[in-house]
């Protein structure tokens, strides 16, 4: 989400569980195909930038298989155990993905240095080039659907799955790189852009393992959402102020309570009307919010 713009969010309805299950059926399958692939490869070249590509693709297809599990989980209705429903399972899953992708990018750091330190002449470079090309234009299309699920979702377990997806895309263009630098003589290339792509990795780890703590640690809403809901409550004709105001995030739920300052003449009726307007004002902006506004009764005079 970005911090400094209202969340563009659809509502919770078939279509949200449908992209975000089509969006990970789709990953399952990249995942499978680029595995068999890359082993190939692999098995053909030797090359420590395909073993660290082979490596990020294996544990692509485990965190895929952990978001499918987990977005079944995510999508089941509220009930009487879990009254806010289940979409931190989201969360929990994007946090093991960034183990899983820690894990990796250290794996390649360290191989990637061990090829800096003693390179070797790679082999079959021309078959590699072809392979990595044609897993570069399949996991590219992916990553382009996986971008249009999260636009119209905001699925932080999909936007998870695409970093996966985005980093092996900048695999497979290393790969290429130190295929054709290898292929004249630079066979440092290969170690070098293992390291690279490592680093890379790790720091993208950390931004969503960031993201997703902050939802189980139910975190308030960036501070330009907070100022939008407060401009919203504070527009509605009958309230006088608000106060107490929380929120917090929940997969593509927000959470929104608050104390309403309600003139203390008007009536329960008034009131009530007064709160409800307030929830529809806030629900134009915020369609996924869950509100709960609590009137309280004020000196104060429009």
Not at 53 to 69: E, K, P, Q
Not at 123 to 144: K, R
Not at 166 to 188: E, H, Q
Request: aromatic share 8%.
């Amino acid at each position: 989400m970005n911090d400094k713009e209202l969340p563009e969010v659809m509502p919770l309805d078939s279509n949200y569980a449908r992209l975000v299950k089509l969006a990970t059926f789709a990953s399952i399958a990249v995942a499978f195909l680029l595995i068999l692939t890359k082993f190939l490869v692999l098995a053909l070249t030797e090359s420590s930038t395909m073993l660290a590509s082979l490596t990020d693709s294996v544990m692509d297809l485990l965190a895929s298989l952990i978001n499918f599990i987990a977005i079944r989980y995510a999508m089941q209705p509220a009930d009487s155990d879990h009254r806010y429903g289940h979409f931190k399972a989201e969360s929990l899953a994007s946090l093991a993905q960034c183990t899983f992708i820690l894990g990796s990018s250290l794996f390649l750091i360290m191989h990637g240095a061990k090829s800096i330190i003693n390179p070797s002449q790679l082999e079959n470079l021309d078959f590699g080039i072809i392979v990595s090309l044609i897993a570069l234009v399949v996991t590219a299309i992916l990553t382009f659907f996986q971008g249009y699920v999260i636009k119209k979702t905001k699925s932080s377990i999909i936007e998870a799955d695409r970093l996966h997806y985005l980093s092996d895309i900048f695999f497979n263009v290393v790969v290429l790189l130190s295929l054709v630098l290898s292929n004249y003589g630079i066979l440092r290339a290969d170690g070098i852009f293992s390291v690279i792509l490592g680093l890379y990795i790790a720091f993208g780890a950390l931004r969503i393992g960031k993201r997703a703590l902050n939802e189980l640690l139910d975190k308030e809403l960036p501070q330009e959402h907070i100022d939008a809901i407060l401009a919203l409550i504070i527009s509605t004709d009958g309230v006088l102020g608000i106060h107490d105001l929380r929120t917090r995030s929940s997969g593509p739920k927000i959470f929104i309570q608050g104390h309403l300052e309600i003139y203390k003449l008007a009536t329960l009726e008034e009131a009530h009307h007064i709160a409800d307007k307030a929830e529809e004002t806030i629900l134009s902006k915020y369609p996924n919010a869950d509100i709960t506004l609590h009137m309280e009764p004020t000196n104060k005079e429009n």
